[in-house]
């Protein structure tokens, strides 16, 4: 699993993966004080869980860290063992089981289910997000973070916008574009999911996470209608 279909949809479906991306983050936080779509945050927790002697939070949020990883190693297994004429809907399917496992968990907290099974839905299901899209345009992306992407933003904008063009190349200078307009809208995308995700998580609780298996649907609907 490593990109999107051609064109104008590519660019859509990471749009899209990185709202959600930053929807599912905020959410987890507020219904379990773990973070769901990256490693960095959830390490620092658990030192200072550890540190403050909140075990159980700290186990949380390790068990978090290993979900996730576990979850990008699934996507890969699955990816090698796909049937070659299948591969075009290898994105569909990895969103498809990324639908089971946040539905899974929104019904096991509505359910009083303990944050553990929660967190091992939710970080598997990310972690398959996130080795599902790795790039959009040849632009190496992830929809489930923003720190590595805003520091290559960054990067491309300072040299494409500071520096002499006429001491780049002409495809040196093409890439920088495209990287920017790849990344600048994935980073807005996943921010603004942040936000949506929080507020509507505040609202209506668990129950909020069914807005991501809906954006999820539509994604796939757009991912098959292009292939």
Known sequence: ?????????????????????GYADAASFLLAQTFTGHLTGNCVLAAVSVASKEWNLAADRLLAVAAFLAGILASLAFSRIL??????????????????????????????????????????????????LRNTHQVSVHSTYMTGMVTSLVQKGFGYWLFDRSVESESSRDSASTAIHVLAPMWISFMLGALGGAVIVACFHELGLLG?????GLLIYVELKAN
């Open 1 to 21: 699993m490593a990109k999107t279909t051609p064109g104008g949809t590519a660019f859509g479906i990471s749009i899209g993966l990185a709202f959600i991306g």
């Open 83 to 132: 049937l070659s004429q299948l591969k075009r809907y290898s994105l569909a399917t990895a969103m498809f089981l990324e639908v089971l496992l946040i539905t899974s968990a929104c019904l096991l907290l509505a359910n009083h289910a303990n944050n553990e099974l929660f967190i091992l839905c939710m970080c598997l299901a990310l972690g398959i997000q996130n080795d599902a």
């Open 212 to 216: 991501i298996a809906l954006l999820l």
